[in-house]
């Protein structure tokens, strides 16, 4: 069986009003018109790097080396991954 549907307040709501049983199992795929907006980027880095990294970030933050403020932390990210900031207010 497949449905198709819009996500609203967090649930995923039927084209076709069909209704599911509570606790029905689903798969839901995410479906975009330009697939470059969604997902994060392809890894670049081997597993070996990726813990190198967190090793050293662990290393820096244990010895007091100061971080970047959150604010600076968002707004990178949202440039990387192309979203909006700041955010929206629901």
């Known amino acids: 069986m497949t449905l198709e549907?819009?996500?609203q307040n967090g649930a995923l709501v039927p084209d076709d009003g069909a209704g599911l049983p509570d606790g029905a199992r689903v798969r839901c795929?995410?479906?975009?018109d330009d697939e470059?907006?969604?997902g994060p980027p392809?890894?670049?880095e081997t597993r070996e790097e990726f813990l190198a990294s967190l090793r050293e970030s662990v290393a820096d933050a244990r010895a007091g080396v100061p971080g970047?403020?959150?604010?600076?932390?968002?707004?990178?990210i949202a440039a990387e991954?192309?979203?909006?900031?700041?955010?929206t207010e629901r």
Do not use: N, Y
């Open 29 to 32: 795929e995410l479906l975009a």
């Open 68 to 76: 970047i403020p959150l604010d600076e932390a968002m707004t990178l």
């Open 5 to 7: 549907g819009t996500i």
């Open 81 to 87: 991954f192309k979203l909006p900031w700041p955010a």
């Open 36 to 38: 470059d907006d969604f």
């Open 42 to 44: 392809p890894d670049t």
